[in-house]
Nanobody
């Protein structure tokens, strides 16, 4: 069973930075897509940034130029460096993984972390 464990959320002032990490555990030999979504109060969950296994990235327009997604493929880990944070970035950030290879199988399902709170406020 695959599990995603996030870390790195917290409280930061506008203009500050946060770095999120997410490690996938389980019987994993590769992951097609890993990345981040977020959900603000009374809003739907939205894509923030994702990265494929060939390092192709996709960012929400609202975070382009401020956020950077990266992966450590050997450790099945994804990171989100968030700079120049704004109050509207306040949300629960969820790690996501899809397309997981193990030694003998391919799992095309979606996996989610438990979420980590990121709050941008004075």
């Amino acid at each position: 069973q695959v599990q995603l464990v996030e870390s790195g959320g917290g409280l930061v002032q506008p203009g500050g930075s946060l770095r999120l990490s997410c490690a996938a555990s389980g019987s994993i030999s590769g992951i097609n897509v890993m990345g981040w979504y977020r959900q603000a109060p009374e809003s739907q969950r939205e894509l923030v940034a994702v990265m494929s296994r060939v390092s192709t990235t996709n960012y929400a327009d609202s975070v382009k130029g401020r956020f950077t997604v990266s992966r450590d493929y050997a450790k099945n880990t994804v990171f989100l460096q968030m700079n120049s944070l704004k109050p509207e970035d306040t949300a629960i950030y969820y790690c996501h993984a899809a397309g997981i290879w193990s030694e003998h199988t391919f799992d095309n399902g979606d996996y989610w972390g438990q979420g980590t709170q990121g709050t941008v406020s004075l």
